[in-house]
């Protein structure tokens, strides 16, 4: 099975902070790597997918880089809608596996 | 739109059965691949199943044997058949369309479903 290491599991962060989150996989997963954000008792959201592709109508603040193993999902100006929990996934291989998340909280 | 809408949650015994459906509009089952992903109360996501418009199917460890994914084309529904439930499975089940037939596989779990509750207890 292939491993998804989130970094870090949580963090504070203010109005306008750039704020980066990174996923790495256990092995190469060939870019088949989205991001993911939820707020409490929603459902999941997706933000990016394909590793940099941005999911229509999501804000341009949002963007996704890597490849191979390490990927990165940064907030460019942290938005007060923001805070919430984010998910790595990987859908290369099964079973697809999510990273551990990471909760993004106000400062 | 495309919509997909679970039902079938519910309080449960350890050891009991219990079936979730997925209800799809806009879309048609068949003609794509249908993951099911859960999350425990506080806890993060888990994939736990996908069924191919050809019908192959996988599972995670943690539910094979145990679990059935299946489809009524008839119904335009995707089926979780749970058995020999757990504590551990009390969560919440999503229903998501990782992608249609032919479509790239890399742009992929854009769709999900509201979410059911299943709590298994005594």
């Known amino acids: 099975d292939i491993q998804m290491t989130q970094s870090p599991s949580a963090m504070s962060a203010s109005v306008g902070d750039r704020v980066t989150i990174t996923c790495r996989a256990s092995q190469g997963i060939n870019n088949y790597l989205a991001w993911f954000q939820q707020k409490p008792g929603k459902v999941p959201k997706r933000l990016i997918y394909?590793?940099?592709s941005l999911q229509s109508g999501v804000p341009s603040r949002f963007s996704g880089s890597g490849s191979g193993t390490e990927f990165t999902l940064t907030i460019s100006s942290l938005q007060p809608e923001d805070f919430a929990t984010y998910y790595c996934l990987q859908y290369n291989s099964y079973p697809r596996t999510f990273g551990q998340g990471t909760k993004v909280e106000i400062k | 739109e495309v919509q997909l809408v679970e039902s079938g949650g519910g309080l449960i015994q350890p050891g009991g059965s219990l079936r979730l459906s997925c209800a799809a509009s806009g879309l048609t089952v068949s003609s794509n691949y249908m993951s099911w992903v859960r999350q425990a109360p506080g806890k993060g996501l888990e994939w736990i199943s996908i069924i191919y418009p050809g019908d192959s199917t996988y599972y995670a460890d943690s539910v094979k044997g145990r679990f059935t994914i299946s489809r009524d084309n008839s119904k335009n529904t995707v089926y979780l058949q749970m058995n020999s439930l757990r504590g551990e499975d009390t969560a919440v089940y999503y229903c998501?369309?990782?992608?249609?037939?032919?479509?790239?596989?890399?742009?992929?779990?854009?769709?999900w479903g509201q979410g059911t509750l299943v709590t298994v207890s005594s």
């Open positions: 998501a369309r990782e992608r249609s037939m032919g479509a790239n596989p890399i742009d992929s779990f854009e769709i």
């Open positions: 394909a590793a940099s």
